[in-house]
């Protein structure tokens, strides 16, 4: 991973993470013609981003004017006004008291009746900007960026997805503790989608992330923890707290924290901002069967024009093509802070995380 900034506790790390998104928007100097694109999530990490994002607008220190905004995910099945939909989400922590217009905000929509044609637009509104300047995503506990179980494929576009049994725990305490009232299903930007933005800063707080940090940040790029296919993006930046890091090697928090001590600030080290002319438009959604699957009067298939072929996975069937997920990446990790379900299964267990490491050296 090139940048990781780590500070010592999650108002740190949010002040941080808002101070970098008012210095990239206002680099960009973003006008109605040529928006800032902001990829946006959800979740309990990036509440006290939005917070300060607020204040500061309210300082008049920023303005979400010319900033058009694509969220990460939304719950299918849950009305947009459902109090814990996504939609409810942002409008109640950020775009509600912001100059953000209406028109800018894109969320998907998990009442559509053809979900597979709501993501496949999503992907198109967002090819019509030119793509994602910045995408500000959090982390799951087993390692998911936005709802990219593990699993998920490193080359998904947005699409329908079955929640992993971690995540439905984890979001059921916003359903009052109630797992059956969690959606089994979301839909969410693919991991290609956040690798085709321009720039993607995570926020990861808290000991329960510590594994995922630690798999994301010093494993290989592998599907079964989403997060580490930022190891292969040309500007992420992860920033976490303290907690965050207690899986991290004392040298690789040693190294990070010493690449930032040598001056290089990664609030002045992010790409050249330079506004991707719209021209690309992606080609309409088929209604019916795509043209191109039809046979042509000879019998031979058509040619589908190369350009053409970005929409082609959007225009399977999602929810016939679902990737399997794991019931629980949790029991593979026995000493893990997740662990701790599977955990309480196992009392026979003595967890020593220091001695399991000194035995596998
Ligand atoms: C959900 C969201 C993710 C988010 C994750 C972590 O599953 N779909 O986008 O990153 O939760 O959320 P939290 O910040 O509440 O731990």
């Known amino acids: 991973m090139k940048r990781v900034i780590i500070r010592e506790d999650p108002r740190e790390v949010s002040v941080y993470i808002a101070d970098y998104i008012i210095s990239r928007i206002k680099a960009f100097n973003p006008t109605p013609e040529q928006p800032f694109v902001l990829g946006v999530p959800t979740g309990s990490s990036p509440e006290l981003i939005y917070k300060i994002l607020v204040q500061r607008h309210r300082a008049g220190e920023i303005s979400f004017k010319n900033v058009v905004t694509f969220n990460m995910d939304e719950y299918v099945g849950l009305p947009r006004d459902h109090p814990e939909s996504y939609h409810s989400f942002m409008y109640k922590h950020f775009f509600s008291h912001v100059d953000i217009p209406p028109q800018n905000i894109n969320i998907l929509d998990g009442t559509a009746t053809d979900l597979v044609a709501e993501c496949a637009s999503f992907e198109a509104r967002?090819?019509?900007?030119?793509?994602?300047?910045?995408?500000?995503?959090?982390?799951?506990?087993?390692?998911?960026?936005?709802?990219?179980?593990?699993?998920?494929?490193?080359?998904?576009?947005?699409r329908v997805k079955t929640l992993a049994y971690d995540t439905i725990l984890a979001n059921s305490r916003f359903f009052g503790g109630d797992t059956g009232k969690v959606p089994r299903m979301a839909m969410t930007v693919g991991i290609q989608t956040i690798m085709d933005s321009r720039e993607v800063v995570i926020v990861a707080t808290g000991a329960h992330k510590a594994f995922?940090?630690?798999?994301?940040?010093?494993?290989?790029?592998?599907?079964?923890?989403?997060?580490?296919?930022?190891?292969?993006?040309?500007?992420?930046l992860v920033v976490c707290?303290?907690?965050?890091?207690?899986?991290?090697k004392v040298k690789t928090v040693r190294y990070f924290e010493s690449i930032e001590q040598a001056g290089t600030d990664a609030r002045t080290q992010g790409p050249a901002l330079v506004y991707r002319p719209r021209t690309y438009v992606p080609a309409p959604l088929p209604t019916k069967t795509p043209k191109s699957q039809q046979p042509t009067p000879d019998g031979t298939p058509e040619r589908v024009p190369k350009d053409l072929r970005i929409n082609t996975e959007l225009q399977r069937r999602a929810l016939d093509e679902d990737e399997l997920t794991p019931d629980s990446m949790s029991s593979r990790l026995v000493d893990s802070a997740i662990g701790g379900i599977d955990g309480a299964l196992k009392s026979d267990l003595i967890f020593d995380r220091m001695g399991t490491r000194i035995t596998t050296l």
């Open 241 to 248: 707290d303290r907690d965050a890091t207690l899986e991290l």
């Open 126 to 158: 967002i090819a019509r900007y030119g793509g994602i300047e910045l995408f500000l995503g959090g982390v799951g506990p087993d390692g998911h960026i936005a709802f990219n179980e593990p699993g998920s494929s490193l080359s998904s576009r947005t």
């Open 212 to 236: 995922a940090v630690q798999k994301g940040l010093e494993d290989g790029v592998n599907h079964m923890w989403t997060l580490s296919a930022l190891q292969l993006h040309q500007h992420p």
